[in-house]
């Protein structure tokens, strides 16, 4: 058998009750809390940006703290994994004191945040696995020394969670490509047999993603914030880093990378080096594809979506080869 759905020790009811708990408590759970929520006062030079004022946002608090829950009731949780579980709550709830401030808070502060958060993943990855990285495609194997690695896991952590951050502007969007993303990483892991704990985790997580799609779709009715956008980016590095081939982040996240990394690396260009860097493309690559393309925002997801599921088949393909 090719692919196992999840470990043995998982029994076939749990799988499936895990799987609907989370689906549906996430959606019951953002019918009766999102009015909780702070709302959103719109982004300056966003395209549309007018269009989110007043909507609840934020709710990445919410599915997240779902995926805990049902993490907790239905998947055994090694010492490692319960680790990544907080820090994940951590990037959410400093997420959601942005979200909830009347000043947001400044790109120095959060960027602290998260190299802080990303340094605690370096540390908690490099205990409990050896200081090995694959290459994938050419299948070969490097030992590297744990320092090093320990600051390619911090480069991984903070630049995912940023992107994915920067991604999050489209009704729907930044919440597909995740999905798309987490999903291919899931099947890389069942290719290769490491049908961990995590990749249980993984399920539950893209189904948290969906619970929350049904009331992100467009036209949304709320809206994840930093809370579900940044603690999105984590899980994403972890789950990538976890499958022991940390560069294939850059195929199985490039939407998220193009689309979120393009703009910080114009701004950083610009600050720190002046140097005018894309000066004739609106980023997010989201505004400039609606706003210079025309493009609707269905169009975007789509077209985002279908690039990024083309590029995983191509990875999962490379893979089994």
């Known amino acids: ?90 990037c959410m709830m400093t997420g ?12 120095y502060k959060k960027g602290f945040l998260d ?37 390619g896991i911090i480069v991984l952590v903070w630049v995912s969670v940023n992107v994915t951050n920067c991604s999050d502007g489209v009704d729907g969007l930044s919440g597909t490509l995740g999905i798309i993303t987490v999903m291919t990483i899931y099947f890389i892991d069942q290719i290769r047999g490491k049908a961990g704990n995590f990749s249980f985790l993984i399920l539950i997580f893209a189904v948290c993603i969906l619970g929350y799609l049904w009331y992100n779709a467009a036209p949304s009715k709320l809206m994840m914030g930093d809370a579900g956008s940044r603690s999105m980016g984590l899980f994403i590095s972890i789950a990538v880093l976890k499958t022991g081939y940390p560069f294939l982040y850059i195929l199985v996240a490039l939407m998220l990378i193009l689309d979120g990394g393009l703009g910080l690396v114009k701004i950083a260009l610009l600050r720190f080096c002046k140097i005018h860097f894309l000066s004739h493309v609106r980023l997010p690559l989201h505004d400039h594809v609606r706003k210079q393309l025309g493009w609707s925002n269905t169009q975007t997801v789509y077209r985002f979506a279908i690039i990024q599921i083309m590029l995983a088949l191509a990875v999962i393909f490379a893979v089994l080869g």
């Open 115 to 151: 190299l802080c958060v990303a340094i605690l993943v370096a540390l908690t990855y490099l205990h409990f696995n050896p200081s090995e990285i694959g290459l994938a495609l050419p299948g070969i194997t490097l030992a590297l020394p744990p320092v090093v690695l320990a600051l």
């Open 96 to 107: 959601y004191l942005d979200d909830a401030s009347k000043i947001p808070w400044g790109e």
């Open 1 to 90: 058998m090719l692919f196992q759905l999840v470990p043995t020790e998982f029994t076939s009811w749990m799988i499936f009750l895990g799987i609907l708990f989370a689906f549906v408590a996430t959606v019951m759970a953002l019918a009766k809390l999102s009015s909780r929520l702070p709302k959103n006062h719109g982004r300056d030079y966003a395209v549309e940006g007018e269009r989110s004022v007043g909507k609840p946002q934020g709710a990445g608090i919410i599915f997240i703290w779902v995926f805990v829950i049902s993490s907790l009731l239905f998947a055994p949780l090694s010492a490692e994994n319960t680790i990544y579980m907080i820090l994940l709550i951590i």
